[in-house]
């Protein structure tokens, strides 16, 4: 049958681990290091900041590292050229940090990834830097419950139209988990897909920077990761009808 669901998907930072709190516990402290420069409300630290983010993209990808290139490049910019060695050196450090932070899982989210598991082949798609992303998979602990394991640059259409056509199935056949409307939901509604939206507490700006039919037949949203199994069942026979 062509109008069931044969493959789960599951985000990975925000979806199964926590991340975005630690990048804006960054953020917060790469402001404090510029207001030693500046008044952070005149120098729109946090909108200029964001602005390098989003142009270094094309060229740093996502993740921490292009986060840490991004804060010195507006750290020179912003103070003027006037920051000191010192405190890029504290920047070069926040990134650091981030990168060897443990992996925390979200409360719940084994036991309803091994729920789902339980009924439909599951795979991890995550998107960040490799070295960083790879690690995180490992320390979490749930490596075994994916069938694959797929570190991606992107998330668009073009991305999970490859990935479908890698795995064998029509789009209609695949549901993506996620807590970014941007990343894990809006891609796969366009290639007539399902997802399950799991809005986290926080966001990075740019994954907010998406609109979906709150409407739409073919998402659900929850607000735990226990209420992912019955989200995914309630698809499935959705799916089936």
Do not use: C
């Not at 988990?177 to 894990?184: A, E, H, K, V």
Request: charge should be negative; proline fraction near 3%.
């Amino acid at each position: 049958m062509t109008n069931q669901i044969r493959m789960v998907a599951f985000d990975g930072d925000d979806t199964l681990w926590r991340s975005q709190d630690f990048f804006d516990a960054a953020q917060l402290e790469f402001e404090q290091i510029v207001g030693g420069y500046v008044d952070l409300a005149d120098a729109r630290v946090s909108e200029r900041l964001y602005a390098f983010e989003k142009a270094n993209l094309a060229w740093f990808g996502y993740g921490v590292k292009g986060m840490a290139l991004s804060m010195i490049e507006a750290a020179v910019e912003i103070t003027g050229q006037r920051v000191a060695a010192a405190d890029v050196q504290r920047i070069v450090g926040l990134a650091k940090d981030l990168l060897r932070h443990p992996v925390e899982l979200l409360p719940g989210i084994r036991d309803a990834v091994a729920d789902i598991a339980a009924r439909h082949d599951v795979v991890l798609i995550t998107k960040g830097d490799l070295f960083h992303q790879e690690a995180k998979v490992r320390d979490s602990g749930m490596a075994d419950l994916f069938r694959r394991i797929e570190i991606v640059s992107e998330k668009d259409p073009a991305t999970y139209a490859r990935l479908l056509e890698e795995f064998e199935i029509d789009a209609a056949q695949f549901l993506m988990i996620g807590n970014s409307l941007r990343s894990d939901i809006a891609p796969v509604l366009s290639l007539g897909g399902w997802g399950v939206h799991m809005p986290y507490h926080t966001t990075w700006s740019h994954e907010n920077e998406a609109r979906v039919d709150a409407g739409s037949e073919r998402m659900r949203s929850v607000g735990s990761p226990g209420e992912l199994p019955a989200a995914v069942e309630a698809i499935a026979a959705a799916a089936a009808a």
